[in-house]
């Protein structure tokens, strides 16, 4: 990570109930940087308010404002934004270890195995401590047994570096059995080598069962009928008013993660903003004005670039997570994708969202999947759950997809 200065973010927390508190980011440049600010302020449910970003192309100087909770980890937040941070070297031209330059290796994987009897909302509760432990899931493999028992399979990567410790396993292991309790029959956690690692991010499903879902032409003609909101940004993009930058205006619905998925889209394509504005407009809209350039410090001149860059922005505010409900004979499964970074970061919160709207409507989960699913030039993270249809309940399909998108996409 390298040197930083003490003051790269200061953050200044509320005082009043409903006032927004504000982080400050004051730091090197670099392409991307703010889709990774954004992931972690999505990751701690920090909701956007107002943001304004500027930047010569080796410093820059954001702020936002956000609304945070009670149980808001301020001091932790902190420490992962000064995480994302350049080291301030970079921009002072100062020489120092050419390894602080280099790419960071692939974080470590370990397998996360136990097995215990069965109750309701049992995976979102593993999946709350998992997260708030900073234990990322990179894939999982639920299944329940005939007799009321589950075996779940959870392979993670630590945040904070530290789980190949003894004393890391053990508090994890700690948490893990409060949230379980007594019915705790196997607790294990494991190193696994990278030939398993990379087998643990490929999918064991196959394609022809989720090909439906990503297919936008299908989800705007059925628009109108889908169980879930989807509605069409308004994108224009102008090269008259800045000799030097395209300017990009955004007016669109708001949802969780706007800000990510409009940072992440530009990170993939490469693309430097040097100015930006965005401002939430009541509950439901928000603007957004981006002035930004490529990597060449050049506008955006060219015809197909640019249609190239405003399709995307369109899908992804359009709908950036896909929720599908499909009948698989008598059983019914949750289909959840959402695309992944270039980087190869998904989508933060995704899982712990998915189990938290199953454990609200009682439904219990009878089996879980995450995989990695490559489409034309793209990578999904799709999440497959199979719900159990024993316990004679009944929720609409409706309520389901509905009720999965809300808590996926808005703060409610």
Avoid at 64 to 92: E, H, M
Avoid at 236 to 251: A, E, G, K, R, Y
Avoid at 364 to 374: D, Q, T, V
Wanted: glycine share 8%.
């Amino acid at each position: 990570m390298g040197i930083l200065y003490d003051d790269a973010v200061i953050i200044r927390q509320s005082e009043k109930k409903g006032e927004p508190s504000v982080i400050t980011v004051n730091c090197p440049d670099k392409t991307g940087l703010g889709c990774d600010l954004c992931r972690i302020i999505l990751f701690f449910g920090l909701t956007v308010v107002r943001i304004d970003v500027s930047t010569d192309g080796k410093w820059c100087y954001i702020v936002l404002w956000v609304l945070g909770k009670p149980s808001t980890r301020w001091s932790l937040l902190k420490t992962r934004l000064i995480g994302a941070c350049p080291s301030f070297l970079l921009a002072c031209g100062i020489s120092f270890d050419r390894g602080d330059l280099q790419p960071p290796k692939p974080p470590d994987v370990f397998l996360l195995k136990f097995c215990c009897n069965d109750r309701n909302g049992l995976l979102h509760d593993v999946t709350g401590v998992l997260c708030e432990l900073e234990l990322t899931i990179k894939r999982v493999k639920v299944s329940t047994t005939p007799d009321g028992k589950v075996m779940d399979l959870f392979f993670i990567t630590d945040t904070r570096e530290l789980l190949h410790t003894k004393q890391r396993k053990e508090d994890t292991v700690d948490h893990l059995k409060d949230v379980i309790g007594d019915s705790t029959i196997t607790c294990d956690i494991q190193m696994v080598g990278p030939e398993i690692a990379s087998c643990s991010l490929v999918p064991s499903f196959h394609s022809d069962n989720t090909e439906g879902i990503f297919d936008i032409e299908m989800l705007e003609k059925n628009g109108e009928d889908s169980n879930v909101p989807f509605k069409r940004p308004s994108i224009t993009m102008d090269n008259l008013l800045s000799p030097s930058h395209t300017l990009v205006q955004i007016v669109c619905r708001d949802h969780k993660g706007l800000l990510y998925d409009v940072m992440r889209t530009l990170k993939d394509h490469n693309i430097q903003i040097s100015y930006g504005r965005f401002t939430a407009k009541g509950k439901a809209e928000c603007e957004l004005d981006l002035f930004i350039m490529e990597a060449n410090g050049k506008k955006i001149v060219d015809p197909t670039k640019q249609n190239s860059l405003k399709s995307r922005l369109e899908m992804e505010l359009s709908r950036p997570i896909r929720v599908s409900l499909i009948s698989r004979g008598p059983d019914t499964e949750l289909i959840v994708a959402n695309p992944v970074e270039l980087s190869g970061k998904g989508r933060p919160m995704v899982f712990y969202d998915i189990t938290l709207a199953l454990k609200k409507l009682n439904r219990p989960i009878f089996s879980a999947e995450i995989g990695i699913y490559g489409i034309g030039e793209r990578e999904w993270e799709v999440y497959r759950v199979l719900l159990d249809e024993g316990d004679g309940s009944f929720v609409s399909k409706e309520e389901i997809e509905e009720t999965v998108w809300k808590m996926l996409m808005t703060w409610e």
